[in-house]
């Protein structure tokens, strides 16, 4: 059992994200992490869906999405080397002073963006893979982390390849 | 310029339509309107449930597209028994139903539900129409949907503005839906027939396992024919019963929990199982680790997700069961199993079907007599419990598409509606409802609606006091704890009489074939009420969880 990551090309339509998790949870799948925006092509989605299972687990999920109508085309890109992201949005405690340095520090190190101060709180804005965003948050949990926000992961394939539309 | 409503009727008679079977209310007024004057016919129900069973009998008879029509709120809610149905047995039906106004949606307005929401697990596509721009073309893909690759039921829901605004529209001429999201495999690879032929010609104990998709698909005589040309005898599952004659020397019936002892050994010894258009469902398999456990499998089937579900397959064929069929029976090589044969053939000569052939009134005799009386066409529906089971192993079926039974939802009350919905697709037949007093109970009310048009529809009740098949499981597995399964007698004869409907009510093996012989000469509709043995069982039976030739009863007596 080990985290598959599917891109799943769907027509951009109303209800379309909830055939897609429905179908996840009425087969008893579970959804890891989830993205969902417009793609290249006109009047189409992408939905980056990271799940676990065996393969045979996830064959049945990939052709399941498959019977979707308003499902274009499923891609498993876990095999195939790619770059992938998710962002978070952290909110840390970081009183004026020594702890405000450190912190500052500590988000130069993972190449994080403050983006908001306040007197008591800093927010930093972190993109890259879910390890470095897990080191972060738990390097910042000793100064109390305030709020959370993290995006699904998204994925793309390196180098010319692309997940087409044809299904 | 057109109202939605007239564009939806419109639509329906450029695919066909002729019948449809619903039930109106509020919001589907502007729809009744136009259907007021239309030469569509419809069918006023008694129930919504019984609109959408009688669209899936009329599919499952006529292989066209059945429709159904209903409300918002609770009249879309009563469909959502019989679009599972269709779901499950994979049947085309176009459910339509109505909707408050957009403006109001989301709004929980006067009989307002989500059946888009609802249905989403049950359909095979649904649309909730928002513009009545958008109306022609779903109707189009809607019936394209349903009709086509694996078929199943598609939901429509039409808000009431959507159907009240006039616009300007024509429909398209002679140009096909494409779905960029939806195109159905239906040619198998060649490389997979290749192998499978190979397969085939090394087998020594092959055999076919085939189902409700040689049915839909139409592929009854390209199987028959493969099994003649290959010597292979074929077992089917209930969905598949009718697919080869019952008479056919090569047919071992049902297999399953309910099925032939031989068919179930054949299963257990053969070294080559040819599945097609089957889903390896629980009630076939059994305990599905010991299911066809010397056998090597080719799996053909028009649904790529069916294949490896349940059970790991050695040769996938994805196409359509006639498309394939046709590609194998072009290359495959005429073979004799000699030896196989005879061992099947001793298999039938020891463990027969039988039952206890005295003078109590027994199920499995009636619907012998029933199986001498009827004509090859004529079409059987059951309801759901032992009556269905009884039916299935007795009932001599010789051509598909008459048997018509709820198979993969189990619907008590499925029987009597969708037997009146086979009649407006076969009118010149005859039809029989085989029922338990339990599930006839469930749709009992449709009654009035088979008076009302006088559609001749027979119902056979088996009438033992009891639910039946969930008392045989009490008896064998609850130490006979009958925990509410025993119902109070109904005379059902006079029920009938008080809808307009005649009926009789029989105590006797004697009275049997007079009373078949009654319902049939009737051209109306007809009850009987056949006061049943009420403790029979249904046999041989595999236990849950058992492997498949590990049954019980039906080899003694
Ligand atoms: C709608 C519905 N409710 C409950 C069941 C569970 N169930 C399966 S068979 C059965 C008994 C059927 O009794 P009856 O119609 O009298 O038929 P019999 O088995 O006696 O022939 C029941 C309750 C079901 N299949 N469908």
Known sequence: MKPHTLSVLVENKAGVLSRVTGLFSRRGFNIESLAVGPCEEPGMSRITIVCIGDDAQIEQVMKQLNKLIDVIKVSDISENERVERELALIKVNAEPGSTRAEVMQIANIFRAQIIDVGTKTIILSVAGDTEKIDALEKLLRQYGVRELVRTGRIAVLRGAKIVKSAK | ?557
């Open chain 2, 1 to 557: 310029m057109k109202t939605g409503a007239k564009i939806l009727i419109e639509g329906l008679q450029r695919e066909g339509v002729e019948t449809i079977f619903g039930y109106p209310g509020g919001v589907v007024l502007p729809i009744y309107d136009e259907l007021y004057d239309s030469p569509l016919q419809h069918i006023l129900v008694r129930h919504e449930q019984a609109a959408a069973h009688a669209a899936d009998g009329y599919a499952r008879a006529s292989g066209r597209v059945g429709v159904c029509l209903a409300t918002s709120g609770p009249g879309a809610c009563n469909l959502v028994t019989g679009i599972a149905t269709a779901y499950m047995d994979s049947i085309p039906v176009v459910a339509l139903t109505g909707q408050v106004p957009t403006s109001l949606l989301g709004n929980d307005a006067f009989q307002e539900s989500d059946i888009t929401g609802i249905t989403m697990p049950v359909t095979k596509h649904n649309y909730l129409v928002k513009k009545t721009e958008d109306l022609g073309h779903i109707v189009r893909e809607a019936f394209y949907i349903a009709g086509t690759g694996r078929q199943g039921p598609v939901l429509v829901d039409l808000p009431k503005d959507v159907t009240t605004r006039e616009i300007e529209y024509e429909f398209p001429e002679n140009e096909p839906v494409v779905l960029r999201g939806y195109q159905p495999t239906y040619r198998g690879h060649a490389r997979q027939v290749d192998k499978a032929v190979e397969m085939i010609a090394e087998a020594e104990r092959p055999l076919i396992y085939a189902g409700g998709g040689v049915i839909s698909s139409n592929a009854s005589s390209d199987l028959v024919s493969l099994a003649e040309t290959l010597m292979i005898p074929i077992t089917t599952t209930l969905m598949g019963l009718g697919a080869i004659p019952c008479t056919h020397p090569l047919n071992l019936g049902m297999l399953g929990m309910h099925g032939t002892r031989y068919a179930n050994y054949a299963v257990t010894e053969s070294d080559l199982l040819i599945a097609i258009g089957v889903r390896f469902d629980d009630r076939v398999t059994g305990n599905v680790q010991t299911f066809a456990p010397n056998a090597r499998i080719i799996h053909i089937d028009i649904d790529p997700a069916e294949i490896g579900k349940n059970k790991k397959v050695d040769v996938p064929i994805v196409g359509d069961v006639g498309a394939v069929l046709s590609d194998l029976l072009a290359k495959v090589r005429k073979k004799q199993n000699d030896n196989w044969m005879e061992r099947i053939r001793v298999w039938k000569e020891r463990h027969p079907m039988k039952f206890r052939d005295d003078d109590v009134l027994r199920p499995q005799f009636i619907i012998r007599e029933l199986s001498n009386l009827l004509l090859p066409d004529d079409v059987i529906v059951s309801e759901v419990g032992q009556n269905q089971m009884w039916t299935a192993q007795y009932y001599c079926f010789r051509k598909p598409r008459t048997w018509i039974t709820s198979g993969g939802l189990g619907t008590m009350g499925y029987g009597f509606p969708a037997a009146m919905g086979v009649h407006f697709a076969c009118p010149d037949r005859t039809v029989f409802d085989i029922a338990g007093d339990g599930s006839f109970q469930m749709n009992i009310q449709e009654l009035g609606t088979v008076a009302q048009y006088n559609i001749p529809v027979k119902v056979a009740i088996l009438n033992n006091r009891f639910l039946g098949m969930v008392r045989q499981w009490q008896e064998l597995f609850y130490d006979r704890r009958y925990s509410f399964t025993e119902l109070p007698p109904v005379d059902f004869v006079r029920i009938a009489q008080a809808y307009g409907v005649d009926g009789i009510k029989v105590e006797s093996c004697e009275e049997v074939r007079p009373a078949l012989q009654a319902a049939i000469d009737c051209d109306g509709p007809f009850v009987l009420d056949f006061r049943i043995e009420r403790e029979e069982n249904v046999f041989p039976m595999v236990p849950a969880g058992a492997a498949i030739n590990e049954m019980i009863g039906g080899d003694t007596e």
